[in-house]
């Protein structure tokens, strides 16, 4: 199952999983976040993303049963667009691809 793990340094991890799992759930998908553990859970498509908050980052874990790269590609694409919009421009995602 191919999948890539993202990672944004940020002094507010929760706040930023907060709002990508709010912007999920407001178009109509299925996310959860609870802030007393730091974790949550997206799913977009044929993909998903587990969150977790750690004290300096926010660490985003994609996969899909989709073989193809393109799926994780676009999922990538997705965060980062949106964490773009959701810090005005400040937080960048450093992508590792796994296998």
């Avoid at 993909?47 to 994609?62: F, K, M, T, Y």
């Avoid at 919009?85 to 960048?92: D, E």
Wanted: charged fraction near 20%; charge should be negative.
């Amino acid at each position: 199952m191919p999948s890539a793990v993202g990672r944004v340094a940020t002094d507010r991890p929760g706040r930023f999983a907060e709002q990508l799992a709010a912007h999920v759930t407001v178009h109509g998908g299925e996310a959860s976040w609870t802030a007393d553990d730091g974790r949550g859970q997206i799913t977009l498509g044929s993909g998903s993303a587990r969150l977790l908050a750690e004290p300096d980052s926010l660490v985003i874990h994609v996969t899909t049963g989709d073989k193809s790269p393109e799926t994780i590609a676009r999922l990538r694409t997705w965060f980062d667009v949106n964490l773009y919009r959701c810090a005005g421009g400040r937080l960048p995602v450093t992508w590792t691809e796994e296998s």
